[in-house]
Every structure is written in structure tokens, then in C-alpha cells.
């Protein structure tokens, strides 16, 4: 910008708790009261360019005048004329602007800009600006009323800020400035967006006595266990006429068909909110920004978790969430759609808050449960965690949220420094393959066939689907 | 060793209706000047004047440099021959020159609050010359009532005309300017 906004009055913030000063509560074109209207023209300045046209019309029609140049006198004439139209027809009251969350597009963040001009306004001067997107301004035609669409391209999920609108009026040929106004930036909330999963690894053993997966366990539902002599408790609608014929023909013994029972896996997805780091490692100090189209590791978890919650919750499992970094933020385990959303905005709201203790003991999880681990793995603990989990009895499958990393720009010692990290990931995810549990790393894209392999295995793996 | 900058993000997407870029705006008024110097015919001190203005109101479009291009045109004119005396084509090239003049002083307008990179609606520009265009016409009418006048009253019948007219001037500017400004004080 070469100039300053005139007439501006950027420190005016509105007051936090209030509604805004919305068309409802006081109209722009000031058709409220008689005594709630503001003064003609208050707020709106005339700039330097109306003064400086102004005395120059004058200045010209004045020299043609006592010269006797009709023809220097009309030289000034438009200008003059233009410029008493635009003090005479000041607009009157001042440029609202609000902003809402618009239907969040592909691949972006949507906001909607609601305008209302007064009468009078030629245009709206805007500026929209959004961490790590810059700004950008407009002048734009406002007709009284007018909204704006502005979608901010961003692969990010999570709590942020929506975007800072400042507006100002400007009339009459663009020498009249009214007040500036600036909105404060919505928080939003954008959920991630669950992607599909081709198979679902099994836990060890499946629970309850409803669900979609069959158990080894004698029940109803599922696929034909045996024929067994018939015992008091036994349906008759389970007689099995043929063998019984076949085997007892003289009738002193029925026959049941017994089947297996169907049941439910628990998920556990244990999301570990302490780092939120980018591909880039020089971004991980928190001193730059991470870019708005670069997935953080907590968006790649957020994006993992609501994959894999919506695969199990649609085969009518059990899935709960666990935070690593903050205790509180536990979703029981549940089913459903409702349950869906729930892990859904559970997973949106995670985000790394001050500096968690460790902790001395695994999360306790129900047995049975097959927990999914997402983490960065830059620290031991979350590993320390998965190992005891493995060693108790439950199936862990790893998912390593990391993103692909961008070693190139990195200084000397920060290459030195993330080759030190590294290999210390590299041990805490090979100790983990040794303790038994399955790694799968998200950023990469055979993960769907890992996955994929992982569920195969789970249908091989002895004992699997024994219920207890 | 440096770090290689990171790129910057993408930029936010406006749904605007129909836009030019905010520098073609910028450039627009310095093209007018241009075309203004153009229609004076006048020599290389003009062209000067018209560049070094040109690329004030380009660079600078805060600066009320527009609003000097009126007495510019007007003080060229006073020092060269009558141009309505010239015949239609020194009426002709006056019409342009008031034109220019005052499409100047309207664009200047709307670029100082055009950024660069900015985006200007057409629908902007369109309310902003509307005005221009009802104003020229009765400007026009009123050039060719002068020329009419002129034409049936001639040159000695102008000297009572001269004194009302500067009379009519004077009290335009105590009606017109506001009392603020004469004296000084707060806008």
C-alpha cells in the first residue's frame, strides 16, 4: 500500500462479548430512529484530492473569469461540479462488515463476507488477510448489501482463525473515505475429512455378542459351527430334520444345527497431540510458520484416526479416543453415526497445549482392544506405551503420522541434528516391530496396502476371532 | 550455510464479479495525462510536465497530484490562443482537454485507493465514470452555449460579462468551500 487508509480508526475493536453491529441492530442507510441517525456525512473525510481538485476548479474557472477565457473557465467547470456533487452527497453512517464460515470447500477453507454500505458508497475498500496466505485487497461494489466469497486454499484441520477483514467506504470518485472497519478473525473448527479403508484389521479377541465379525463362540448369526445332539435350551427351530432322520431313524434323538455368534471389535485410537510438526524441520522450532498447503503430523493423524474410526463404527465396531497429551479429552468407547461425529470433532479439537507430564502408566483400555497408535515417535514415550500395551495382551498397530520431510535448505548442523532424530526414530519403530506390534506410516502412500496386509494377516493370526 | 527460503503459501481466493488488476487502475489516470498532453500538441516542455506528472500520479497516487492537472490544463490554455476562436477544431481539443482534465481528477480518485496488486471491480470503475459522463455532457452543452454566445454577441459585449463572471466566481467559492477550510481549523 502507498497510502494510508484516511479516515481510519483501527484501534476500534468490537467488544468481545456484544453482538456486532449488525444491519438488524443499526441500520447502514440509517433508516432506525430519527435521533439514532448520525450527523450528514459524519465519519465520511473528504481526502487531499477533493481540497487539491477542488481549489484547482476553482483556481482555473476564476482565471477564465477575469480573463475573459470562456474556454479556460470551462476547463474547470466538471471538476468543480463534481466536486461540490461529492460534499453535498456524503453517504451517511458506515461500512459493516462481518464475516462467517462458508461451507468449507475442496481443498480450502471457505468464509463468507457479509457488506452493507450506506447509500451513497461507491465502493468498499477490503483487505482479507490470513496467516500464512497473506493478504489481499479489493475494491468492490457493495449495492447496499452484498456477500463475498473467499475460500483460503489449505490442506490444514483443526482449530485456526478464519480470516481479518478491514473495510472502508470510499465515495464519490474516491475522495471521500469513510471509517474503517475491522472484524476479528472466527475461530473455526475444521474436521478432518475421513478418508476409506479397503479391510479392517482384527483385535485379538472380538467382544459382546452383536456386530459384524464372526466369533468363534457358539451363538447366533454367524456361519454353521456343527450339528450337535440336541440339549434342553436348544431352539426346535434348530432341529436339523435330515441328519437327525439319517442318524436316529428310530427318533430317540434329535439333532440341532449350532452356529457361530457374531460379535464387535473395541478400537482404541490413541492420538498423540504433543508435537504438530511439518515437513519442513526448520519449522519445527515454532519460530516459522508451517505452510497452510503442507499437512502437519497432527493433521495426517487427524486424517489416519477419522479414516479408521469411520471403517470400524460402519462395520458396527466399538471405537473410543484417547489423547496422549491431554488427559481429559477421552471419548468412551461407542458405535454409530453419532459416534462417528463425536470421534470426528474429538479428533479436530486435539492440539498440542503446554507441556503434558509423561506418563507413568498406560491409559487404561478395555480388554480385548485393538489401539491405534498415532504419533510422530520423535520422543520414547509413545513407544514406551505401545510396548506395554503389546505386552498386555492387546493388538497395537502403529501408525506413524510423520510427514515426508523436506531435508533440502537445512543447515549443516540441522542436518546433523534431524540425522540424529532420525535414527533414534528409526530404533523406537524397529523396537516396536520386535515387541510385536504392527507399524504402518501414513505419509506414504502404500499405507492403504499395509493396511490392507495387516487385515490378512489378522484373519490368519491363531485365535483370532475366539471370544471369550 | 543459508536456509533456502520456504515458498509462500497460496494466496487467498476472492469471489469477485468482473476485476482488473489494481495496477492497470494506477496506470489508467497516468495514460489520460498522457493522452491529455497529447491532445494540447504541445512541445517537449509539455511532454515533460505531462511525464513527471504521469508518473507522480502512477507512483504516488496519495498525492493530490491529480487535482493539479486541472489548473495544469487550465493555466496551458489561458497562455495560447482562444481555442474557441479556433473553429470547431479548436473546439474540438478543448472538449478533449476538459474531458481529459477531469477524467484525470476521477481516476486519481479511485487509484489512491487501488494497491498493486489489488483488485478493482469493474463495477467500481463504472459508478465512478458514470458521474463523469453526466457532468462532460452538460459541460459540452454548456461549450457550445459559449460558442453561440460568442458567435452572436462578440468581443465588445464581453467586458460586463467578464465582471459577472468574476463576481459569480467569488461568491461560488465563499458558498463552496467550507468555513473550516477559509480559516484554517480541523477538516
Known amino acids: 500500500m502507498t497510502d494510508s487508509w484516511s479516515g481510519s480508526r483501527w484501534g476500534e475493536e468490537r467488544p468481545p462479548d456484544g453482538p456486532p453491529p449488525g444491519p438488524s441492530s443499526r441500520p447502514p442507510g440509517g433508516a432506525g430512529g430519527r435521533d439514532d441517525l448520525p450527523a450528514l456525512g459524519a465519519g465520511w473525510l473528504a481526502g487531499r484530492h477533493l481540497v487539491w481538485s477542488l481549489a484547482a476548479s476553482l483556481f482555473v474557472v476564476g482565471l477564465g473569469a477575469v480573463a475573459g477565457r470562456p474556454d479556460v473557465a470551462l476547463v474547470g467547470v466538471g471538476p468543480l461540479v463534481a466536486a461540490v456533487w461529492a460534499l453535498t452527497l456524503r453517504p451517511r453512517g458506515e461500512v459493516w462488515v462481518d464475516v462467517e464460515q462458508a461451507a468449507t470447500a475442496s481443498g480450502g477453507i471457505g468464509a463468507r463476507l457479509l457488506l452493507a454500505a450506506p447509500p451513497g458508497t461507491e465502493a468498499v475498500r477490503l483487505r482479507v488477510a490470513r496467516p500464512g496466505h497473506g493478504c489481499v485487497e479489493a475494491l468492490v461494489d457493495v449495492p447496499l448489501t452484498r456477500t463475498v466469497e473467499v475460500v483460503a486454499p489449505s490442506v490444514r484441520t483443526g482449530p485456526q482463525d478464519l480470516v481479518r477483514v478491514d473495510g472502508q467506504g470510499v465515495g464519490a470518485g474516491g475522495h471521500l473515505t469513510g471509517p474503517a472497519t475491522r472484524t476479528t478473525p472466527p475461530p473455526v473448527t475444521v474436521l478432518p475429512r475421513p478418508g476409506t479403508m479397503p479391510a479392517l484389521p482384527l483385535p485379538i479377541r472380538l467382544r459382546g455378542l452383536t456386530g459384524q465379525h464372526p466369533s468363534r463362540r457358539p451363538g447366533e448369526g454367524g456361519d454353521l459351527r456343527d450339528v450337535h445332539p440336541f440339549q434342553p435350551g436348544d431352539s426346535l427351530r434348530r432341529v436339523d430334520w435330515r441328519v437327525t432322520a439319517r442318524r436316529s431313524p428310530r427318533g430317540e434323538q434329535l439333532y440341532a444345527r449350532r452356529t457361530f455368534a457374531l460379535a464387535e471389535a473395541h478400537v482404541t485410537l490413541v492420538v498423540d497431540s504433543r508435537d504438530d510438526v511439518g515437513p519442513d524441520p526448520g519449522t519445527w522450532s515454532g519460530h516459522a510458520p508451517v505452510r497452510p498447503v503442507d499437512a502437519t503430523s497432527l493433521d495426517l493423524a487427524r486424517h489416519a484416526a477419522a479414516t479408521v474410526a469411520r471403517a470400524y463404527l460402519a462395520a458396527g465396531d466399538r471405537v473410543g479416543v484417547e489423547d496422549l497429551g491431554v488427559r481429559l479429552r477421552t471419548l468412551r468407547p461407542g458405535g454409530g453415526r453419532n459416534q462417528l461425529d463425536r470421534v470426528i470433532h474429538q479428533l479436530a479439537v486435539l492440539r498440542p497445549q503446554g507441556d503434558p507430564h509423561p506418563r507413568v502408566r498406560p491409559p487404561q483400555l478395555p480388554s480385548g482392544t485393538l489401539v491405534y497408535l498415532f504419533s510422530t515417535f520423535l520422543d520414547a514415550e509413545a513407544a514406551t506405551l505401545a510396548s506395554l500395551w503389546r505386552r498386555s495382551g492387546h493388538r497395537v498397530v502403529v501408525v506413524d503420522v510423520l510427514p515426508a520431510l523436506r531435508r533440502g535448505g537445512l543447515p549443516g548442523r540441522g542436518r546433523l541434528a534431524l540425522r540424529i532424530v532420525e535414527m533414534e526414530r528409526a530404533d523406537r519403530l524397529t523396537d516396536l516391530v520386535t515387541a510385536g506390534c504392527e507399524v504402518v506410516r501414513w505419509a506414504d502412500d502404500d499405507a492403504a496396502s499395509r493396511v490392507q496386509l495387516l487385515a490378512r494377516q489378522s484373519h490368519r493370526r491363531p485365535g483370532v476371532g475366539v471370544g471369550r | ?187
Request: glycine residues 14%; aromatic residues 4%; charged residues 10%.
Open chain 2, 1 to 187: 550455510m543459508s536456509r533456502a527460503p520456504v515458498p509462500a503459501g497460496p494466496a487467498l481466493r476472492v469471489d469477485l464479479a468482473r476485476s482488473v488488476p489494481g495496477w492497470a487502475v494506477r496506470v489508467l489516470p497516468a495514460a489520460v495525462v498522457l493522452l491529455v498532453a497529447l491532445a494540447s500538441g504541445g512541445g517537449s516542455v509539455v511532454w515533460f510536465v505531462a511525464v513527471a506528472v504521469a508518473g507522480l500520479i502512477a507512483l504516488r497516487p496519495g498525492w493530490p497530484t491529480a487535482g493539479g492537472v486541472v489548473a495544469l490544463v487550465g493555466t496551458w490554455v489561458l497562455a495560447h490562443d482562444d481555442l474557441l476562436a479556433a473553429g470547431p477544431g479548436g473546439a474540438l481539443r478543448l472538449a478533449a482537454l476538459v474531458l481529459g482534465a477531469h477524467l484525470v481528477v476521477r481516476l486519481g480518485g479511485v487509484a489512491a485507493h487501488a494497491a498493486w496488486s489489488a483488485r478493482v471491480e469493474v463495477a467500481v470503475l463504472r459508478r465512478t465514470l458514470l458521474p463523469v459522463v453526466l457532468v462532460q455532457t452538460g459541460v459540452l452543452v454548456l461549450l457550445v452555449v459559449v460558442g453561440v454566445l460568442r458567435s452572436g454577441v462578440g468581443i465588445p459585449g464581453v467586458g460586463w460579462l467578464r465582471g459577472v463572471a468574476v463576481v459569480a466566481v467569488v461568491t461560488l467559492v465563499l458558498l463552496l468551500v467550507p468555513r473550516q477550510w477559509l480559516g484554517g481549523g480541523r477538516r
